[in-house]
């Protein structure tokens, strides 16, 4: 199914998915089918062919998402800045529109390539796809992907990352993660950012907020941090150290919640 | 509003069940959605309306299942129902709790209409 690579996967819940469905009964006329695959089939088929792509050359990739502003392009800058000498990273840039992004990760020396998607809220397995073959993988040891600044629809589609990272600033009200529970359930790390701001305002409360990501099941590290300030930012980077020693230590890395639900993941315990 | 997208998954994936049975066309999609899926069902029935036609089943029906919300307690065992934006054991309170149920969005089932038998023979091809 890839045409530029032509390299073959076996999505992991390909046991469970008959791409033709079974047959259960015929009645006059019509047949009825049994699928019980996702309804983004497709696109996790093409998800499971990216993390295939990443594992072979050895590259951590990271999926971070926000409401717009929120600091992800800023965060990406700074942790370049710090971290560009001990990892060799890239960037996949999510907007909707602009070039703008791509053009800052760029002006500090790394890879960067910008996906415009238009009028779609979220980015998909396909698009990154077509992003990380503009990438040589083999010169990368992460690749961060920037997904396009929306707290909903990207909390659908897996991209083939292996961790999902959120961040939520500080001027966005800590109640965040209880209004938006299907991206913050399926958060692997909580970046609680603009840490600066904190003393102007007063209703921002990092505890609460780290109360309403373990409301929903989620033990995910919640770190608080500014991207305009280095010495906030050692816990996240100690974080990325340890994912990348994870993913080289296991080659079946994935976000912890899969986008589609426990029933198709749930192997051989029914 | 990324239920359009993912309605034209599922009706990519129904073209190609249909075509691998070689059917006529889709009386009946029958789907799963969960209440923590990240898809508003209302949302995906409104696509699913504007998106049949244009992928060749004006007359398919969606049917949409819900699907319950429920953990169980890796503390104290207990399965309990819970809310969206409080997945906590109903018995013990304890957020330590794997969810069972409740963030399903899997295609389930389609009813296919099969080939008329006066559109399967030779003469199709004659008229
Ligand atoms: N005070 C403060 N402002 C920040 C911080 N990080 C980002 N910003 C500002 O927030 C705005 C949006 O940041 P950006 O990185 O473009 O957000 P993105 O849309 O999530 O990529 C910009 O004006 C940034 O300068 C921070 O840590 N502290
Ligand atoms: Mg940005
Ligand atoms: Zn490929
Ligand atoms: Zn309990």
């Known amino acids: 199914m890839c045409e530029t690579c032509g390299c073959t996967i076996t999505p992991g819940n390909a046991h469970l998915v008959a791409d033709q469905g079974r047959l259960s009964h015929t009645k006059d006329g019509t047949k009825s089918i049994e699928v019980l695959s996702s309804l983004l089939h497709e696109n996790n088929h093409m998800a499971a062919h990216n993390r295939e792509h990443f594992n072979r050359h050895n590259v951590l990739a990271l999926n971070l998402m926000s409401s717009p502003g929120s600091g992800k392009t800023a965060l990406l800058e700074s942790t370049i800045k710090a971290l560009k000498s001990r990892y060799r990273i890239g960037v996949i840039e999510g907007d909707l529109e602009t070039e703008n992004d791509a053009m800052r990760i760029r002006a500090h020396g790394v890879p960067a390539v910008q996906i415009t998607t238009g009028q779609a809220c979220h980015l998909d397995a396909h698009m990154v796809h077509d992003a990380l073959h503009e990438l040589d993988l083999d010169s990368l040891d992460i690749v961060f992907i920037e997904n396009v600044g929306n707290l909903v629809c990207p909390a659908s589609f897996d991209l083939g990352h292996h961790a999902n990272i959120t961040l939520l600033s500080v001027t966005e009200g800590d109640d965040k993660p209880a209004k938006y529970p299907v991206m913050f359930r399926g958060s692997d790390l909580v970046l609680l950012t603009k840490s600066d701001l904190l003393e102007f305002l007063d209703d921002f409360d990092t505890q609460k907020a780290e109360t309403h990501v373990r409301n929903l099941a989620n033990s995910a590290p919640v770190l608080t941090l500014s991207a305009r300030r280095e010495d906030t930012l050692g816990p996240w980077f100690n974080w990325l150290g340890e994912m990348v020693e994870a993913r080289q230590n296991a080659q079946n890395l994935t976000p912890t919640i899969q986008p589609d639900g426990i029933a198709l993941h749930r192997v051989g315990s029914s | ?127």
């Open chain 2, 1 to 127: 509003m990324h239920e359009l997208a993912i309605c034209q998954s599922l009706l990519d994936q129904a073209r190609q069940i249909v075509d691998a049975h070689d059917a006529n066309g889709i009386e009946r999609i029958i789907v799963q959605i969960g209440p923590l899926s990240g898809v508003e069902a209302p949302l995906l029935a409104q696509a699913f309306s504007i998106a049949r036609s244009a992928a060749g089943f004006p007359n398919a029906e969606l049917e949409i299942e819900t699907s319950p919300i429920q953990v169980r307690c890796q503390q104290c065992g207990t399965t309990s129902a819970a809310r969206v934006n409080a997945l906590l054991c109903g018995s013990c309170q304890s957020w330590k709790v794997d969810l069972i149920s409740g963030d399903e969005m899997i295609l389930k089932s389609l009813i296919l209409t099969e080939q008329p038998a006066s559109l399967s023979g030779p003469l199709t091809r004659a008229g």
